[in-house]
């Protein structure tokens, strides 16, 4: 079992700066991919970034130099620094994470409860 916790949504103007945390706990040790979804409202989630545990890490298209996705993997904790935001970039955010193998039977990723990120003046 995996429990992830995001903080550090809000409002923001066109822009500007933001950073999301994530605090994961639990099964930390089986962790390998930890990253970060999102969704606004009438679309599907989509993948936002990613990094794995060896610091592989991939990028949504329209938030490539714009933001960065780090890992503490010491602390379990993965952070999304957001730049240069833009009112697209509005939704809620989830963390994510990706296991090794499953820790609890058929559940091998496990998602955070999600924070709001709106961009508007």
């Known amino acids: 079992q995996v429990q992830l916790v995001e903080s550090g949504g809000g409002l923001v103007q066109p822009g500007g700066s933001m950073r999301l945390s994530c605090a994961a706990s639990?099964?930390?040790?089986?962790?390998?991919?930890m990253g970060w979804y999102r969704q606004a409202p009438g679309k599907q989630r989509e993948q936002v970034a990613g990094i794995t545990k060896s610091g592989y890490t991939n990028y949504e298209d329209s938030v490539k130099g714009r933001f960065t996705i780090s890992r503490d993997t010491t602390k379990s904790k993965v952070y999304l620094q957001m730049n240069s935001l833009k009112p697209e970039d509005t939704a809620i955010y989830f963390c994510h994470v990706g296991m090794i193998f499953p820790v609890e039977p058929g559940v091998d990723a496990y998602w955070g409860q999600g924070t709001q990120v709106t961009v508007s003046s």
């Open positions: 639990g099964s930390v040790s089986s962790i390998n991919v």
